[in-house]
């Protein structure tokens, strides 16, 4: 099983990026996924999630109303919509693959990850 992230980049205050996440190796209708950020010197945080087929959807407080995580089960991609960006969004990050959803979903399975894209927010 294999993601990539792609649409990492920099963005001013305000602006928009669109990350996506390409998967292989796997299934990819029958596992929800996450999108995951590591800001320099923090830990990781959750930033959404998407059931798998999409019907439901997750997002931590920091990016609820700012970002869409959406998903294309015909072509195997994820996709986050990142709106309103602010500096505190400058992060690397990173695609995840589910293989069991108990509990909130900050706290699922997540055995797959992706090697990151990197977010920088800045004027």
């Known amino acids: 099983a294999q993601l990539v992230e792609s649409g990492g980049g920099l963005a001013q205050p305000g602006g928009s990026l669109r990350l996506s996440c390409a998967a292989s190796?796997?299934?990819?209708?029958?596992?929800?996924m996450g999108w995951f950020r590591q800001a320099p010197g923090k830990e990781r945080e959750f930033v959404a999630a998407?059931?798998?087929?999409?019907?439901?959807?997750y997002y931590s407080d920091s990016v609820k109303g700012r970002f869409t995580v959406s998903r294309d089960n015909a072509k195997n991609t994820m996709y986050l919509q990142m709106d309103n960006l602010i500096p505190e969004d400058t992060a690397v990050y990173y695609c995840?693959?589910?293989?069991?959803?108990?509990?909130?979903?900050?706290?699922?399975?997540?055995?797959?990850w992706g090697q990151g894209t990197q977010v920088t927010v800045s004027s």
């Open positions: 995840t693959k589910s293989q069991g959803e108990i509990g909130p979903p900050p706290t699922w399975d997540y055995d797959v």
């Open positions: 190796g796997f299934t990819f209708g029958h596992h929800a």
């Open positions: 998407i059931t798998y087929l999409g019907s439901s959807t």
